[in-house]
């Protein structure tokens, strides 16, 4: 006696046809709230990846203090930048953001977040940011008159 083995199509084509529909979703507008920690000299991740062209809206919202000199600052930082709020695409260089920032990305990545300074151990505090991602694929052309 001969032992069969039937195996059902139907669920490796329902698995295949829910991850092409998957696959074609259309891209949209994410926002997503991150804390940033004035006594972390390292980026801190957000759950926002770009392509080259996307746009990103920042706001950031608190006041951190900047050791015993500067003292307590926005997100615009001091005049020296100390304190500033920073992003970051990918590997690329940091850029200044500040409390309000609208930015084209220059290239693909995750963005990272993190308190402009030389010396963290001294610092205390967050800041609240927001990030709103703007796939470039929604953007529409511009009207030509």
């Given at each position: ?5 039937r ?9 295949a ?7 074609q ?28 062209g ?8 608190g006041?951190i203090?900047?050791g ?5 600052v ?16 990918g ?11 609208f930015?084209?990305?220059g290239?693909?990545?995750?963005v ?6 030389n ?16 796939p ?10």
């Amino acid at each position: 006696m001969r032992n069969t083995v039937r195996l059902s199509v139907a669920p490796l084509l329902s698995l295949a046809c829910a991850a092409a529909l998957q696959a074609q979703s259309p891209p949209q507008i994410a926002h997503e709230r991150v804390s940033v920690a004035a006594t972390n000299d390292e980026w801190t991740p957000t759950t926002t990846t770009v392509a080259e062209g996307d746009l990103l809206l920042v706001e950031a919202e608190g006041r951190i203090t900047v050791g015993r000199v500067v003292g307590q600052v926005g997100a615009d930082g001091h005049s020296s930048g100390a304190g500033r709020l920073m992003l970051k695409i990918g590997t690329g260089a940091g850029q200044r953001v500040g409390a309000h920032a609208f930015i084209r990305a220059g290239e693909a990545g995750q963005v990272k977040l993190r308190v402009n300074d030389n010396r963290y151990a001294d610092n205390d505090g967050t800041f609240t940011v927001s990030v709103i991602h703007i796939p470039a694929g929604l953007i529409p052309p511009a009207k030509i008159e």
